[in-house]
């Protein structure tokens, strides 16, 4: 009987002597937008390195809120993302720069000035001039 009773106490402490604690820290970098359809830029480190992510809400879902993320391997590859806003700024209404996972279309009207639509995957968001300036900025300051 005491066996048992010693078996229940040090089972869970021996179970877990294998399993190794992988802490990671996620910071955001820049809350583009707030509110109903947020967007933001996030950095998460971990023993691997360091990630990055686009949290943006699906805009073609109307009825639940459908939070998509875009994942950055890299600051290569976020830096890739930071060029095709800057070359899309220069551009024509109706450019696009398309990746393997995602695109970036540039939209304008007279009203309502540059809009840039991102598609990835499944999901969509859009947003405007200002928006892809915060995010232009903050990736340019990082190293």
């Known amino acids: 009987m005491k066996r048992l009773i010693l078996s229940f106490i040090f089972v869970p402490f021996a179970g877990n002597a294998g399993f190794h604690n992988t802490h990671s820290t996620s910071t955001v970098l820049v809350e583009v937008r707030s509110g109903e359809w947020p ?3 996030e950095k998460t480190i971990d ?32 830096k890739y993302f930071e060029k095709a806003l800057s070359m899309l700024k220069t551009g024509n209404n109706g450019d696009i720069a ?31 001039q200002m928006e892809a300036d915060k995010l232009i900025n903050t990736i340019r300051k990082l190293q």
Request: no cysteine; glycine share 4%.
């Open 39 to 41: 967007i933001s830029l």
């Open 47 to 78: 023993k691997l390195g360091a990630l990055y992510f686009l949290q943006f809400r699906d805009e073609q879902v109307l009825t639940n809120v459908v939070l998509d993320t875009l994942p950055f391997n890299d600051l290569a590859q976020l």
């Open 98 to 128: 398309k990746f393997k996972d995602y695109s970036i279309k540039r939209a304008e009207s007279k009203k309502e000035g540059k809009w840039y639509i991102l598609r990835y995957q499944w999901g969509l968001t859009n947003f405007q």
